[in-house]
């Protein structure tokens, strides 16, 4: 990878890097070796030049009259996204959401790999996920204490989540994956990612009112 010196890249842009990685790993499984922009803006909905100008803010990784090395690209846009290493991650919250992340398949293949689950509730404590027992959460300093832990998975409910924020900080934990509906504000020197389920599904009702002329059936 280049080592010049780099602009600061847009959020925009890293919003599309995993889109990248993951239509390359299926054209990779489908046995493509070769793309283009063209071919990409076609798979993801993007122009050729929006994708060209993306990859140039990593150096660029086409060859003039050949496009993109699909195995190659997909390499060293995993390498962008950290994934050349394996990530120990845990859950607070065994329900739901929890539980589905810790069922993901993919997850577990690109190297992020669940080490404990930890939940407040009597019934969950104790259950097995993936092979894992679900421990009791006044457990969770001394676990983290014990082991180290890249990322947190937080999926508690609203009321606990920031509590439960603040304990993982302390704990030492510097990457949280919030499954929460509160934004959490982390130090400096803590990264979190914020997800909204609810965001997404709003975005598509959006979408949806507008591609009819705001007619929606059922009213």
Not at 131 to 140: E, I, K, M, N, T
Request: glycine letters at 10%; one cysteine or more.
């Amino acid at each position: 990878m280049a080592d010049r010196k780099r602009l600061p890249v847009s959020e925009a842009v890293v919003r599309r890097l995993p889109a990248y990685y993951r239509h390359l790993r299926e054209m990779e499984a489908t046995g493509e070796h070769r793309t283009s922009s063209r071919e990409l803006s076609e798979r993801m909905g993007l122009t050729a030049s929006q994708i060209r100008q993306d990859l140039n803010c990593f150096g660029g990784f086409g060859q003039q009259g050949y496009g993109y090395h699909v195995i190659e690209l997909k390499r060293r846009i995993g390498e962008i996204l950290g994934l050349t290493r394996a990530y120990h991650t845990i859950i607070i919250g065994a329900g739901n959401i929890g539980r589905a992340v810790a069922n993901y398949p993919s997850f577990r293949r690109e190297g992020f790999e669940i080490r404990a689950l930890f939940d407040e509730a009597p019934a969950l404590i104790g259950a097995h996920v993936q092979g894992l027992p679900v421990q009791p959460a006044d457990s969770l300093e001394a676990w983290i204490a014990a082991h180290a832990v890249d990322i947190a998975v937080l999926a508690v409910p609203a009321e606990n989540a920031r509590a439960m924020f603040a304990r993982l900080i302390r704990g030492g934990v510097r990457a949280v994956w919030n499954f929460t509906p509160v934004d959490l504000d982390a130090p400096a020197e803590v990264v979190v990612q914020n997800v909204h389920l609810s965001d997404s599904l709003y975005t598509l009702t959006f979408r949806m009112r507008e591609s009819i002329g705001g007619s929606l059936g059922g009213q």
